[in-house]
């Protein structure tokens, strides 16, 4: 059985008392969040922080079978866990990541005594509003060739399939170097069956059973609509085990779009008073 990679943070010789896990978005890697990490360890030097590469991302590409699903996902985290270094107290997860930080506490038994979703709705959103540009990467990727001869190349095709620059400059991190240039080696279906998991993944029996002691926060982009309205104001009324905050002016990327205010957000969620 495959085993998910992650690389560890940690502050200085000091061995952690407890470690949180980060858990990436679609198309994403453990990599994204490693400022993020650095940032936590060196405020919090009593956490290790654990930049987790889920299934067909990263390092964590190859040997996981199908059915590629948000709760396949929760079930190589869970298994990922006992060969950390020590005790796994929270876990943080943006967009696919956060359906399965969800998906791990039910797995779990709602084990895990903090975690913090960003943008990640406990609804099910058959529909796909407020995931379009996810919904057109995956579309467009899967028209693309699948080598290159620079990673300028690369970055020019996503450019002129109607992507910006920075999100082509961020895909070009999955290209592998090879003799002959570079190769996209994702497994796009792979990809696309965890898209459609995480849009028909309904939640809310894991928001609204949140155990005595435990605290589960919401942080959400001021200007994304990955989060509805409706689940908005549902997630306000289960305070003070659920917290809900949101990001003004931030949009599904809220901790690139507003990096001081979702880490301090991020703080509230895991370190508040249990």
């Known amino acids: 059985m495959a085993t998910l990679a992650y690389t560890a943070l940690t502050e200085g010789p000091r061995t952690p008392e407890r470690w949180v896990l980060f858990l990436h978005g679609l198309l994403g890697r453990g990599g994204n969040w490693r400022s993020f990490g650095r940032r936590w360890v060196e405020m919090h030097p009593s956490w290790g922080a654990a930049l987790v590469d889920l299934r067909l991302h990263g390092d964590s590409r190859a040997g996981f079978t199908a059915p590629h699903t948000v709760r ?3 079930e190589d985290v869970l298994a990922l866990v006992p060969s950390l270094p020590g005790p796994v107290e929270a876990l ?3 967009s696919l990541g956060g359906k399965v930080v969800l998906a791990t506490q039910r797995a779990s038994g709602q084990h895990f005594r903090r975690a913090a979703v960003l943008d990640a709705s406990p609804s099910s959103r058959p529909d796909g509003l407020g995931s379009e540009q996810s919904r057109d990467v995956l579309a467009l990727l899967g028209q693309l060739p699948g080598e290159y001869a620079t990673r300028t190349e690369f970055i020019s095709a996503v450019e002129a399939g109607g992507q910006p620059r920075g999100i082509a400059q ?8 090879g003799a002959g240039g570079f190769t996209l080696s994702l497994d796009l279906p792979g990809l696309e069956s965890l898209f459609r998991s995480v849009l028909g993944e309904d939640d809310w029996d894991v928001v609204t059973s949140v155990p005595e002691g435990h605290r589960l926060g919401f942080v959400v982009g001021g200007r994304s609509g990955v989060v509805e309205p409706a689940a908005r104001t549902r997630l306000a009324a289960l305070a003070p085990k659920v917290t809900l905050e949101e ?4 949009g599904h990327w809220l901790q690139v779009d507003a990096p001081e205010p979702t880490f301090v957000a991020v703080e ?6 249990l």
């Open 92 to 94: 943080v997860g943006h």
């Open 72 to 74: 396949a996902a929760a």
């Open 268 to 273: 509230r969620a895991l370190l508040q008073s």
């Open 247 to 250: 990001i003004p002016g931030a």
């Open 170 to 177: 961020w895909l070009a991190m999955a290209l592998e170097p």
